[in-house]
C-alpha cells in the first residue's frame, strides 16, 4: 500500500471524527471512567478536530483518509487508525510521520499519553521505540474544561 501523507483540511474532517470516534471507544471505552467515555461524543470530537485542524495530519489511501494524528509542540497528542486499516502496517508508517514531524521542528524528546490499561497502543509504542516513563496525572480535554485522569506517560528521543 502506498500512502500519502498531508495536513488535515475542513474535507477530511468527517473521516477524522469517524476514525476517532470509532478508535478512542474501540481502546477506551472498558478502561475509561465511564463519566470521561459519556463526554467523547461524535460532536465533542468534531469541536476538538475542527478547533485544531492545523495540529492534524492526515494519511491518505486512494484517495482515503486511513489514519491520522495530532502535535502538539512536543506532544504526540492524538493517533488513530480506521478500523479497515489495522494490523496491516499502517500505525507504523503513521509513526514514523509522525517522527518525521518531531524532527522537522528541531523536538528533541517527544511524550505521548497512554491510558493506563490500553495494553495494544503500549505494546506498539515499545516496539515503535517509545519508553514508559511514569505514571502521571494529566488534565485531559472535555468540553466542560478538563478531566484529570492518570495515564502512563511514553516519551521517545528524536534522532
Known sequence: MIYTFENAREEHLN???????????????????????????IESLETRANDRLDL??????????????????????????????????????????????????????????????NERAAAFYRKAGWHFMRVMLLPVHVESGSFILDIWRFEKQIV
Open 56 to 117: 492534524i495530519r492526515v494519511m491518505m489511501l486512494d484517495g482515503q483518509v486511513a489514519a491520522f494524528h495530532m502535535i502538539k509542540n512536543d506532544e504526540l497528542d492524538q493517533f488513530f487508525v480506521d478500523r479497515a486499516y489495522r494490523g496491516k502496517g499502517t500505525a507504523r508508517a503513521l509513526m514514523a510521520d509522525v517522527e518525521s514531524v518531531f524532527s522537522e521542528n528541531n523536538i528533541k524528546t517527544a511524550w505521548l499519553a497512554c491510558a493506563i490499561g
Open 15 to 41: 473521516d477524522i471524527v469517524r476514525i476517532w470516534h470509532e478508535g478512542w471507544i474501540d481502546a477506551h471505552a472498558a478502561i475509561a471512567p465511564a463519566e470521561l467515555t459519556n463526554m467523547r461524543t
